[in-house]
């Protein structure tokens, strides 16, 4: 599929998207109790965390994921590590991806969140719901900058070659 571009609007790419974003990448360890990731997540308003074996990623803890854990709800999330509930991480994006590539790939392995990494360095999550954001916001521009640029060519007294 053709996506909309325009000569005058670079192309929308993930280190664009976490330079709106807050820097703030909110996460916990392996080891961390469910109970705990929900608390970061309910002070932050946000609806996963990543969760960390030391540097590296081992996965994301996300509203979902508690949801999935149905025996949690019972009073369990104090003795339960978020690693049993994790979802772990097949994918990744750089700065330098495409969102429309980050979307298509969100897409392909049914995952609501995606880790930043630059030189296996955690860099941001970013969100379907972040990406979907900013798409449109981006193709909007696009699709102003092409009626100007019909309102310019058809202005009465110009012609075109």
Do not use: W
């Not at 790419?13 to 996460?27: C, I, N």
């Not at 990623?57 to 709800?73: C, K, L, P, Q, T």
């Not at 954001?133 to 981006?138: K, P, S």
């Amino acid at each position: 599929m053709k996506l909309p571009e325009h000569p005058r609007i670079h192309p929308l790419t993930v280190k664009h998207l976490l330079a709106l974003k807050l820097p703030e990448v909110y996460s916990v360890t392996s080891a961390a109790m469910v109970s705990e990731a929900l608390t970061v997540m309910a002070e932050h308003d946000v609806g996963a965390v990543v969760v960390l074996d030391g540097e590296r990623v081992a996965g994301i803890f996300s509203e979902r994921d508690y949801v999935r854990m149905g025996f949690v709800a019972a009073g369990m999330a104090d003795v339960t590590p978020v690693g049993h509930g994790l979802t772990p991480c097949a994918v990744f994006a750089t700065p330098s991806q495409t969102a429309q590539s980050c979307l298509e790939m969100m897409n392909e392995n049914r995952v609501s969140y995606l880790p930043v990494i630059d030189d296996r360095r955690l860099l941001g999550l970013l969100s379907i719901g972040d990406l979907l954001r900013e798409i449109i916001v981006h193709y909007e521009r696009i699709f102003q900058a092409h009626e100007l640029d019909q309102r310019i060519l058809f202005l009465q007294g110009t012609y075109s070659c």
